[in-house]
């Protein structure tokens, strides 16, 4: 792990986002769109090793002085050479990349309509179960209320009498 986080430092990653893009990877690099960005990101190392070697080779040349516009064309060449080579390989990325996102926010929208559904589909089983509970409680206690062999006599909170059994009222 520490090899790989020094290499997105390297690259000018936010430390805090390295893990994530570690898991990220881990999770989902055989993925199609993901797969083919991280094809087009590891065509860039050599070209990009390439222009290390270049740079040096420029950096030796000006120090002993030894630039010819023969030398410094060859060069010009080889960098604009990467440079078209780097510019293709950026856009296949970011094409891919673009193509993972639309993806991806197809497949959340298609999950969340599916859990939405689902969580729909819940509350109205919970919703008639307890209904079912409470008409079957009502029934119990009408049967109890009806067949008592005691009075029985329900009141509001003044006193008054709301309801009452036959065995009350004989």
Request: with cysteine; net charge positive.
């Amino acid at each position: 792990y520490q090899l790989v986080r020094e290499g997105f430092l390297r690259g000018q990653n936010h430390p805090d986002d390295i893990l994530r893009m570690v898991i990220l990877f881990k999770l989902f690099k055989d993925l199609p769109y993901f797969r083919e960005s991280i094809a087009a990101w590891r065509a860039t190392d050599a070209p990009l090793l390439e222009l290390g070697k270049l740079m040096q080779q420029l950096n030796a040349a000006w120090q002993r002085d030894k630039t010819s516009s023969n030398n410094v064309l060859e060069l010009h060449q080889r960098l604009k050479g990467i440079d078209i080579y780097l510019s293709a390989q950026a856009m296949e990325f970011r094409l891919s990349m673009t193509k993972a996102s639309r993806a991806l926010g197809v497949i959340l929208s298609v999950a969340s309509i599916v859990f939405f559904i689902l969580l729909i589909g819940l509350a109205a089983f919970l919703v008639l179960r307890l209904t079912r509970v409470i008409r079957a409680s009502e029934r119990n206690f009408r049967m109890t209320f009806e067949h008592a062999p005691v009075g029985i006599v329900r009141v509001d909170n003044k006193g008054l009498i709301l309801e009452a059994n036959d065995a009350m009222c004989d």
